[in-house]
């Protein structure tokens, strides 16, 4: 009993130990390398109001991620905001991508800076204040040789909300002089009238 109980155990220290080295060799294989930077612009909004999120993202030589849409069998780029109360997420508006070739097929591809833009309404109950909006960049990034796994890029969107504009007052109307009276005599500060010279 003892001996198979030996036995049972170092075969389970082998298999945890190969387990590892497994894990760590398709860590070290598949690492992937930071070659991609996203930023959001920050902005301001009245409650009831829309406002559109650019997010910048850059995209280091000789690297480049798939466009959105992707060409088939590639996974598109996209962009998503975290849950915020009172806010509302509109679609994405995503750029055009451009053609380049990878391992023979011609697939549609950012690189160098692009921009997304993202429709953000905030709730007329929306109290004045400083918010901040999660972003995920999910994205699955290349080089001329191969294709990396899909990863994800994490960054901020500071939105303001401040108070309802009102309506701009209507303008002043200019006050007409009134209309001044001709006559030979002219009354002076004091009242009395003044006599011409002879």
Known sequence: MKQNFSRRAGRLALTLTGLMLLAI???????????LKATAVPQ?????????????????KPYHIQANPATENYIATEVTVGAVKGFTVGKVVYPKGLEAVLSGDKVSVYEGTVKM???VTADKTVKPGKF?????????????KACYPPSDMKTTAVVTVGKAMASPAPPLKAMAAPPHKKG???PSPSGAILAPIR
């Open 25 to 35: 060799g398709a860590k070290a294989q598949f690492n992937v390398p930071k070659f």
């Open 44 to 60: 301001s909004v009245a409650p009831g109001k829309t406002i559109n999120l650019t997010v910048t993202v850059t995209i280091d």
């Open 117 to 119: 833009t993202i429709p």
């Open 132 to 144: 901040t909006l999660p972003l995920t960049i999910h994205y699955q990034g290349c080089n001329e």
């Open 184 to 186: 030979p005599h002219k």
